[in-house]
Structures are given as C-alpha cells and as structure tokens.
Nanobody, 124 residues
Framework: QVTLVESGGGLVQAGGSLRLSCAPSGRTLSNRAMGWFRQAPGKEREFVCA????????KCADSVKDRFAISRDHAAITMSLAMDSVKPEDTAVYYC?????????????????WGQGTQVTVSA
C-alpha cells in the first residue's frame, strides 16, 4: 500500500517563498503523474499543479502558473512545489496527489492517492 507524505508547509509572509515536498512510501510512483491540490476554509479542493510521470510536462492553474513550479526527482523519488511571490489567498491545506495514469488527467477520479495535507498560511 502506498502512502503520500507531504512536508514543508508553514507560515510565510506575503511575497515570500515556500517549498513543499511529497514522497511516496510503500512503492514508487515513478510511472504515474503526480500533483498538488489545495483547500481553503469553506472552499472546495482545487487543482494547483501537476506533472507527468516522465517529468517532461507540467500544468498549473492560472492563479499560480506565474508563481509556482512543480518538479519531480526520480532519483530521490520526491515531488516538489516551489511557491514564490505567495499571496494571502494562497493560504490553504495543500495535498499531494498521485494519479493512476502517466499523463496529467482531466478527471478528478484519476487522482486515486492522497496525502494527509500540509498547512500553508500566508500573512499579509
């Protein structure tokens, strides 16, 4: 059984930077797309960024695409989200997710593995 473990959340001032990491335990997800989602209080969980199994292609939501970058290190079997120029509206619980396909899926149903989440709080 695979579990996803996030790390790197915390409190940061607006305009600052933060880096989130995700590592699967149990077995590697090197042949599956991985991604990040977030959920703010009172809001639905939303897509942030995703990366294909090969790492060759990435996709980010319009609200973060000029500020966040997703990457994966196959050697270390980790995935990261580099967050720059953060804003108070980026405050949320960030979840690492693993899909059941190698490409970035359109359907939420393809995201079958979820981490416990890590809190990111951006102060004004």
């Amino acid at each position: 059984q695979v579990t996803l473990v996030e790390s790197g959340g915390g409190l940061v001032q607006a305009g600052g930077s933060l880096r989130l990491s995700c590592a699967p335990s149990g077995r590697t997800l090197s042949n599956r797309a991985m991604g990040w989602f977030r959920q703010a209080p009172g809001k639905e969980r939303e897509f942030v960024c995703a990366i294909t199994a090969s790492g060759a292609h990435t996709k980010c939501a319009d609200s973060v695409k000029d500020r966040f970058a997703i990457s994966r290190d196959h050697a270390a079997i980790t995935m990261s989200l580099a967050m720059d120029s953060v804003k108070p509206e980026d405050t949320a619980v960030y979840y690492c997710a693993g899909s059941n396909v190698a490409y970035i899926p359109q359907s939420r149903e393809r995201w079958t593995l979820w981490g416990q989440g890590t809190q990111v709080t951006v102060s004004a």
